[in-house]
């Protein structure tokens, strides 16, 4: 799977969403999340990426190796919703997200 990893943080510019052909990038409050069992790895969303947030996981920078789990988890509630367009925005991210110091500035 791919891996959406920290430089996305507080900067969700979205591009990604719009090449993914399985609609498998969902929407936390402050980024964005890959599901692992739904991205086909097209890597489609990768280059287009203002920010180079987006990994195969195997080739995530050392420094996010982290956000591989940090994906993962993140649908832990949620499950295999088939589409983040079935769920909308979830409002809420993983926790390891949610406490970082404002990111981008
Ligand atoms: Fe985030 Fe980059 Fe997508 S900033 S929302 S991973 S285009
Ligand atoms: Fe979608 Fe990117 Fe995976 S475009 S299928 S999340 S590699």
């Keep these: 799977t791919y891996v ?3 430089p996305c943080v507080d900067v969700m510019d979205k591009a990604c969403i719009e090449e993914c052909p399985v609609d498998c990038i969902y929407e936390g409050e402050r980024a964005m999340y ?3 069992d739904e991205c086909v790895d097209c890597g ?10 987006i990994y195969y996981e195997s080739e995530t920078p050392e420094e996010w190796e ?8 993140f ?3 949620l499950g295999t919703p088939g589409g983040s367009r079935n ?3 979830i409002g809420k991210d993983h926790p390891a997200v949610a406490v970082l110091e404002p990111q981008g500035q």
Excluded: K, L, T, W
Aim: charged residues 20%; glycine residues 4%.
């Design 75 to 77: 649908f832990e509630e």
């Design 87 to 89: 769920v909308g925005p």
């Design 34 to 36: 890959i599901h692992p």
């Design 44 to 53: 489609a969303c990768a280059p287009v990426c203002p920010v180079e947030a």
């Design 4 to 6: 959406i990893a920290q």
């Design 66 to 73: 982290d956000y591989a789990r940090i994906n993962v988890e």
